[in-house]
Structure formats: C-alpha cells, structure tokens
C-alpha cells in the first residue's frame, strides 16, 4: 500500500480534516445559540419578576390572601400526607 501524496490516506486525512472543521463550526454556532436563549430568558425572567412584585405592590392585600390560601392548602395537603 502507497501513503505517499495522493494516497487514500490523504484523502482520509483530508476528510477527517474537514469534518473536524465543520464539527467545530456547528458547536460555535450551537454555543452562540444558547447563549442568546439564555440571555432572552433571562429578560422574560426579569420581566416576569417585575410584573409580580408590581402587582404585589399595588394589590397588596389581595397577594397576602393569595399566600395565605396557598400555605393553607400546602399545609393540608402536608398534613394528609404524614396521616397516611
């Protein structure tokens, strides 16, 4: 067997040269993609805290009575859990 230039082994090598290469660009990609998911999440994150703690400022009644409900009924569902 020849592995001189032009021998089937450097057509493997150039092969595997490239699907090294294009396997490094589709991780980039794939990296650069969830980096700009999690930041958008993020955003909808905060976005999603600020509507709540407004709301909460503004109905601070009506967000005690939904805590207060919340606690009863996980206390409830404790308690039962414990009896069983």
């Known amino acids: 067997m020849q592995y001189g230039p032009g021998s089937p082994y450097d057509d493997v090598k150039r092969d595997a040269q490239q699907l090294r ?14 980096k700009a998911a999690a930041q958008e999440a993020a ?7 600020k509507q709540v703690d407004e709301y ?12 207060a409900a919340v606690g009863a009924i996980m ?9 069983q």
């Open 75 to 83: 206390g409830v569902l404790f308690s039962r859990g414990r009896r």
């Open 21 to 34: 290469e294009d396997l490094s660009a589709a991780v980039s990609a794939a990296r650069t993609d969830v």
């Open 43 to 49: 955003r909808a994150a905060q976005g999603a805290g």
């Open 56 to 67: 909460a400022r503004e109905h601070a009644w009506t967000a005690v009575a939904i805590a």
